[in-house]
C-alpha cells in the first residue's frame, strides 16, 4: 500500500505529502497539513478554532479512536443572557436572528478554542514528528507568503446568501486588526494572483513552536489573549483557557451492508450519519437508479427523517441526555421506513444555524492508519487580538440562544455541529476515509458519497463528482446538475429547488478508498473547492 492525503487546499495537501515522503504517518502528515490550512483559509480554521478526529490504528486487532477538541462556552455565559436579543428565526428555517449578531459576530461570539491542544495531543498520542517540526511548514507559509487562488479571493468578493446572513467580508470589516492585515492599502480585498503574507500569525505559531501548545492556554500567550477578551466583553476567561481539556472517547459505531463505520459522536453529525443510512439500508437503491425521482424522495425523506430525530435531541453528552444508541438503533430505522413507506408527513423541528466555513483532511498511510480530520472556526469571530494575526471561532452562534432546549447555553458546554469526520472498515482494514466541510449538509453528502461507494459501486472519483441534494426539512435542494425534469417529477410528492451551484453549494467531500483486493489507493477532492488529492 502507498500513502494518499487529500484536502481542500492544494499547498497544504502538498506539505502533508511532504510529511509522508519525510517518513511521518498518516497522523503527522495530517496536523502539518491542518496547520497549513490555517494560514491558506484563515477564516475556515485556525488556533482559534476546534478540531474533531476519527483515527483507524492498523494492528491486530485494529483500532479506531476518535479525539474531540470542542469549542466550549465561556463560564460568562447563562442559559437566558440571550433572551431579550432574540428578533426571530431565521426564514431559511435554521439559526436565530439576534440583536447585533452577539452571538454570529465579534466577541461575544467566541468559544474557547480547543484546536492547539487536540492538535498537540493528537501528534504527541500517535505521531512521530515533534511539535516543532509539525508547525514549521505553516510558519514559513505565513512569514513567506502564498499566492492568492480563485477560491479564497472568491470567499472574500461573495457577498452574503441572504440578508439574514453575513459575508467573510462582513466579518473582516468589523474588526480593525482584521482589516489591517486582510485588505490591501486601498480598503480593497486581495485578489487572484496577489501575494499574500501574515507574519503576525508566523511570529505567534513560531513562539508557539519554541514554547509548546501550553502556551496558548496557561503561558504568556494565554495572558495576552485572556487580556483582550477581558477588556473587550468575550465570555471566555483565563481560567477557561487554563482548565481546557480535550475529551477522547470511542468514535461512533455503526454497519452498512457488511462495512462497519467509525464516526464522531454527539454533539457531532455522526449519529445522524448512521440513522440515514440505517433507514436507507432496507431499501434496494441501486433498483431505483442513481438520482432518479425515486431515489432523490426516498434518501430525502431518509435524511428528513434523521433531521426530525436529532434536532430535539442532539446536545452536548456531558449536559443533556442524548438518546444515541435510540437513533442508531434498527429499530429506529425500521419505524422510519414503515412511515415513509405509508407517505407519511415527517415534521422537522427548528434547529440552531452553523457555519458552512469549515475544512478537512483525510489521509491514509502506507501502514494502514487512516485519518479524518475536521477543523473550523465557524465562519471566524473576525475577531483577532493585536499582534497575534489570527481569528477565533464563532462558535457560540451553534447553541441556542433560549433556554429549556438540550442544546442551549451553558458554561462549558459544548454545542452541536455537522462534522461528521468517517472512516469505514472490512474486515479491519479502510475500505473509505472521508469527511467534509459544510455545516450539517456535512451529514447529507458524506451519506451520498458511501451510497455512491457502497451501492452504486463507484470509484471514489466518480463518487464525488456526482451530483447531490439535501434535505433537512421543508424543502430539498439540489445542485443544478440535477436536471429540472427529474426535479419536476420529485415535486410532485415534495417541495425541491435547485440551488444556483453546478458544484458547491452543499457541504465539500474529501476522500480516499482502498480497494478490497489489491491496496489500491484513489483519493478525491470535491469539485467545489480547489483541492486535491496526492499519492506518496
Given at each position: 500500500m502507498s500513502a494518499m492525503i487529500v484536502a481542500p487546499q492544494p499547498l497544504a495537501v502538498e506539505e502533508g505529502a511532504k510529511a509522508l515522503q519525510r517518513g511521518g504517518n498518516a497522523v503527522d502528515a495530517a496536523v502539518?497539513?491542518?496547520?497549513?490550512?490555517?494560514i491558506l483559509s484563515p477564516q475556515m480554521c485556525g488556533i482559534g478554532g476546534y478540531a474533531l478526529l476519527t483515527l483507524?490504528?492498523?494492528?491486530?486487532?485494529?483500532?479506531?479512536?476518535a479525539l474531540d477538541a470542542?469549542?466550549?462556552a465561556g463560564r460568562r455565559v447563562a442559559p437566558d443572557m440571550w433572551r431579550e436579543a432574540l428578533i426571530r428565526p431565521s426564514s431559511r428555517g435554521w439559526g436565530y436572528l439576534l440583536k447585533d449578531r452577539v452571538n454570529a459576530l465579534g466577541y461575544t461570539s467566541i468559544c474557547t478554542p480547543g484546536a492547539v491542544k487536540g492538535l498537540a495531543t493528537i501528534l504527541a498520542r500517535w505521531g512521530t514528528f515533534t511539535w516543532a517540526e509539525a508547525l514549521a511548514p505553516a510558519i514559513h507559509i505565513a512569514e513567506e507568503g502564498f499566492m492568492v487562488d480563485s477560491h479564497l479571493a472568491q470567499g472574500w468578493k461573495e457577498p452574503a446568501s441572504s440578508p439574514e446572513e453575513?459575508?467573510?467580508?462582513?466579518?473582516?470589516?468589523?474588526?480593525?486588526?482584521?482589516?489591517?492585515?486582510?485588505?490591501?492599502?486601498?480598503?480593497s480585498p486581495y485578489d487572484v494572483g496577489d501575494h499574500f503574507r501574515n507574519p503576525d500569525y508566523g511570529r505567534t505559531l513560531r513562539e508557539l513552536a519554541e514554547r509548546g501548545s501550553e502556551d496558548f492556554y496557561r503561558g504568556a500567550l494565554a495572558r495576552r489573549i485572556a487580556a483582550d477578551l477581558e477588556v473587550n466583553g468575550s465570555y471566555v476567561t483565563a481560567g477557561d483557557l487554563e482548565n481546557y481539556a480535550v475529551r477522547e472517547d470511542q468514535p461512533l459505531r455503526g454497519s452498512y451492508?457488511?462495512?462497519?463505520i467509525a464516526t464522531s459522536r454527539p454533539p457531532h453529525g455522526g449519529a445522524t450519519l448512521l440513522e440515514i443510512l440505517n433507514i436507507l439500508e432496507g431499501y434496494d437503491l441501486a433498483a431505483l437508479g442513481h438520482n432518479s425521482p425515486a431515489?432523490?424522495?426516498?434518501?430525502?425523506m431518509a435524511m428528513k427523517a434523521a433531521f426530525a430525530d436529532r434536532n430535539p435531541l442532539l446536545a452536548d453528552p456531558l449536559f443533556a441526555d442524548v438518546p444515541t444508541d435510540w437513533m442508531i438503533s434498527k429499530e429506529r430505522a425500521a419505524a422510519w421506513r414503515s412511515r415513509i413507506d405509508a407517505g407519511a408527513p415527517i415534521m422537522v423541528s427548528f434547529s440552531a444555524g452553523e457555519s458552512p466555513h469549515t475544512t478537512h483532511v483525510s489521509v491514509i498511510d502506507d501502514a494502514g492508519m487512516a485519518v479524518a480530520?475536521?477543523?473550523?472556526l465557524g465562519a471566524s469571530s473576525g475577531v483577532i487580538t493585536p499582534g497575534l494575526g489570527f481569528m477565533y471561532n464563532n462558535s457560540m452562534i451553534n447553541f441556542h440562544p433560549l433556554p429549556g432546549h438540550p442544546n442551549s447555553i451553558a458554561p462549558g458546554k459544548g454545542r452541536t455541529t455537522g462534522m461528521t469526520p468517517t472512516i469505514i472498515t472490512r474486515a479491519g482494514r479502510p475500505a473509505l476515509v472521508i469527511g467534509a466541510p459544510g455545516a450539517t449538509r456535512i451529514i447529507t453528502s458524506?451519506?451520498?458519497?458511501?451510497?455512491?461507494v457502497l451501492d452504486f459501486g463507484m470509484s471514489v472519483s466518480d463518487a464525488v463528482l456526482a451530483p447531490r441534494f439535501d434535505c433537512q426539512g421543508d424543502v430539498i435542494r439540489c445542485q443544478a446538475r440535477i436536471p429540472e425534469y427529474v426535479c419536476a417529477e420529485v415535486r410532485q410528492r415534495h417541495p425541491i429547488e435547485r440551488l444556483p451551484y453546478s458544484h458547491g453549494g452543499l457541504a465539500l467531500v474529501h476522500a480516499i478508498q482502498v480497494d478490497e483486493q489489491t491496496g489500491k489507493l484513489a483519493g478525491a477532492a470535491d469539485a467545489g473547492a480547489g483541492g486535491m488529492a496526492l499519492e506518496v
Open positions: 502539518v497539513c491542518a496547520f497549513a490550512q490555517m483507524h490504528l492498523p494492528g491486530a486487532p485494529a483500532q479506531n479512536l470542542p469549542a466550549l453575513l459575508s467573510l467580508m462582513d466579518y473582516i470589516l468589523a474588526n480593525a486588526e482584521a482589516r489591517r492585515i486582510y485588505l490591501r492599502a486601498d480598503g451492508r457488511g462495512y462497519e431515489y432523490i424522495y426516498l434518501v430525502s480530520l475536521t477543523h473550523s458524506i451519506a451520498q458519497v458511501i451510497l455512491n
